[in-house]
């Protein structure tokens, strides 16, 4: 009897030992769940914004994109310590440029870059020393996308002692002295400008903004930007008014040779025309 009863009094014992532990095991789990679901709601609730920083040095006036530029998500004290509030948009656009040497791994911002349609952008693409040109040349042999900024060009002049060939529509009637070379070479290119010749504006000054870009279709005149010398710029201003200019890509291989009316036609000398007592040479007219 007394075993007995001793087995029925363990079995309560240990019976409700164990229940004591499996509350205290639910109580701890349900604790820890409970602990687990609020840090997720406060992870949800904490705010976080999108920053730039560079993977790499950046010069000034280079060319940056996204592709050299890491994007950073940071807490909201952290941003804030930096002065941001919200997602930084860099505004990026094709041929942004730095404004100033950008170390690695330091924050980027908008007013960091520059775009071609902004003052002072011309500015980053110009060599100390150098002086910027607007050239405006033809484009009846210039291809399409062929030279782009930053290219090196050799500027090439059609001339003549008898014809001004600056105007569009100059015609040479007399081939004494024509002659086509080189003036320059290993010219640095910054930008272009295209527009249609409207006669009426000949004679005006366009107000088109200059985008450093080119495209050079059909019937137009071109201006280019390019960087030049002082001491050139006076040369440069006389040729640019009294010949007929064109560019092409400069090739390391050699320069582009000069050329007279003897080298195009063989043997050239004129027709000589006797009359009494005087030699005259004449020529026919070219369009």
Sequence with gaps: ???????????????????????????????????????????????????????????????????????????????NTLGVNSDVDLGLVQDSRAKQKIPTGQYVFPETFIAPEQAGYLDLLASEGMILYPLPISTINLINNYIRPGDRIDIVSVSSPLT?????????????????????????????????????????????SLSPRVSAAGDSKTTVVIEIEPEFVSRLSLAQRTMHLEIYRSQTSGEITPANMSDVIENYQGIRELRGAETQTTNPEVY
Excluded: C
């Design 164 to 208: 001004n060939l600056a105007d569009t529509g100059a015609r040479i009637t007399q081939f004494r002295g024509v002659k086509a070379r080189t003036i320059k070479r290993n010219v640095k290119v910054l930008a272009f400008e295209q527009k249609p010749i409207d006669p009426k504006e000949e004679t005006s000054q366009s107000s088109n």
């Design 1 to 79: 009897m007394n075993s007995r009863l001793i087995f029925i009094l363990s079995f309560i014992f240990v019976a409700f030992g164990l229940f004591a532990v499996m509350q205290n095991v639910n109580a701890r789990a349900e604790a820890n769940a409970k602990k687990q679901v609020q840090a997720q709601i406060e992870e949800k609730k904490e705010i976080k914004y999108v920053l730039w920083r560079t993977k790499h040095v950046i010069e000034r006036g280079d060319v940056v994109t996204t592709n050299q530029l890491e994007r950073v998500v940071l807490p909201e004290h952290e941003a």
